[in-house]
Each structure stands twice: as structure tokens, then as C-alpha cells.
């Protein structure tokens, strides 16, 4: 499971053995969340128990870090 980064509390990552579309997941504080990438943007596809806040800030998150996002997706799957 490569993390790509930790961000207030939370840790961004994927799977080893995941599918298209790029995506990625974040978990913490007893919340999971998951965005895709819709090729402009990562978008929110689902989260169970994260505040609204805390979704907001992941969201700026991964904003910020959209193309460490996917330079390490196509790392890590040979893209």
C-alpha cells in the first residue's frame, strides 16, 4: 500500500493492486475517504466518518498535491 504523503492526521495513499481510474485514498482519525481523477481534477467519489471540515481540507490537499499524486500512481504502475 504506497502512501503518497500524511497530511493533518490523515494518510493519502492506494493500492498495490488497484484500477483505473487514478484514484486515491485517505484515511484517518476513523474516516476513509476516496477521490478520483477526473483528467482535470481529483474529484470525491465516497468517505464514511470524516467531518465536513476535514473533507474540505483534504480536498486543498490534494488540490496541492495532484501531480505527486499521479507522478506516483504511474510510478508505481509502470505508466
Known amino acids: 500500500m504506497p ?3 500524511r497530511f493533518f492526521g490523515f494518510s493519502f495513499f492506494f493500492y498495490s493492486r488497484e484500477h483505473e481510474p ?5 484515511e ?12 482535470t481534477e481529483f ?10 471540515n476535514d473533507l474540505k ?9 495532484a501531480d505527486l499524486i499521479i507522478k ?4 508505481h504502475f509502470n505508466y
Open 3 to 5: 502512501e503518497v504523503f
Open 28 to 39: 484517518g482519525n476513523g474516516g476513509m475517504a476516496k477521490y478520483d481523477w477526473d483528467g
Open 22 to 26: 487514478i484514484h486515491v485514498h485517505v
Open 43 to 52: 474529484v470525491y467519489r465516497e468517505s464514511a466518518n470524516i467531518k465536513a
Open 72 to 75: 506516483h500512481w504511474n510510478k
Open 57 to 65: 481540507k483534504i480536498k486543498g490537499a490534494i488540490d496541492e498535491n
